[in-house]
């Protein structure tokens, strides 16, 4: 366990693939998992998109905990008849007024922090959405948020006074727009974490969250020279934070973590689900309340009114038949089982994704495959374009592999040196592996664990047990598999896919 006082810091860098770490590109990041510790086995948070995953690393716990279930989201307290965008942090904060301070349904890593007398500070160039979900008590006073799209050069961060601190010294942030790439964006970030949250506000534990390479991957696609480029400044701008930690005398007590959200595939084609349902009499209309979509780009949830059993069960007989239809989810039959109600489906309980509040009836994802893409980055998918959306040349949100292997790395004063881990981890296990290395032990309160093999006292990890089983369903010439892995009673969603 940690002696004395343990600063921690998270650099949360979007849409990091863990195969984009090379020595000529990013030396900062491939120094750091050269000499601390590789964990090879790490696992996004599925849905693989950026909010659910955010909600997971400001918790440690699982979407069907937080409530926090996609990038688009049905909460019909709200509106009944359309999700909303959990990347606007105005609708998240009027999911948060119609729910008496509910956005997120479980303790947050800034509250178990303030109860202790600690302060987490999440510092973010990503969405407005995806930062609030870092710290999402910042607005009634738990810790520090900043961003600088809350309300561009009035509102930068919570509390009031050290939004105006920050508007002060370093003025408005640069304006995101339509640019391919947000360097500008990230490097004011930077700025303001190095010149003051660490030296003025000197948090116990800080957030950084790094919006690229994911702004230019969706556009120009994951593996471009451009998105290249993106990750590199990224890279130089990690290493001047570490530096200011080193000119501050802090690296003698700091444990530093290195996490992406989630991978990143190739999108090959887009698929109408609204219109396809429509088409088939199980929607009335785009716009109707009778069956909600809630898209996650590569991944969608269906809300059905009334939770009409015959329609839900229709909609899945409906994907398993297309031949842009990969895996789908219903609710459990019982506990321990890992088919769905309806035949020829997973559980939803299975993969966290079970919430009576705010669950889809209904989840499915699309086939992917491991083809390169043509600069010769493995693993292509499909994504909904229903309502208009836009088809990125590059996504996630699906359970390809390609998108649930996320980066980890842990380095610093309590991690092993030199070291690989080849056991399950996640993004669920940042929020206890950060409350251990500060000496805080919550006894299984969350979903995720710590990650005890990785540090210098933990038990050597070629001998923590794992359990991966796969399991099937088929129903009228339709099969599916998925693939689970087991550590501690935690369950780890390696892939599913359709078996053709």
Known sequence: MPKGRRFVIVFVVDGLRPDAITHELTPTLFRLRSEGVDFTNSHSVFPTVTRVNAAAIGTGMHPGSTGILGNQMYAAVVDS???????NHRKLLELDQATGGRLVLTETLGERLHARGLRLASVSSGSTGSALLTNPRAPHGIGVLVNGAFDPGKLVAWPADVSAAILAKFGAAPARGALPRYDAVVTWTQQVLREYVLPELAPDVVINWLT??????????????SAL???ANDDREIARVLKTLDDRGLMASTDVLVVSDHGFTTNVSGVDVAGALIEAG??????SGDVVLASSGQAVAVHVEGHDRDRIAAIARLVQSREWGGVVFTRGRADGDARGAVDGTFSLELIHVANAARGPDLLFTFPWTSRANAFGVPGTDRASISGGAKLYASDHGSMSPWNVRNTFVGWGVDFKKRSTVRTPVGNVDVAPTILALLGITEDGALDGRVLAEALEEGPDAEQIAVDTRVHTVEVEGYRAAIQISEVDGRRYVDKSWRIR
């Open 229 to 231: 480029e993106a990750l």
């Open 81 to 87: 008849r359309r999700a909303l965008d959990t990347g």
């Open 212 to 225: 690229e390479p994911d702004h230019s991957q969706h556009h120009l696609g994951v593996g471009s020279a």
């Open 282 to 287: 199980l929607k009335a209309a785009a716009d």
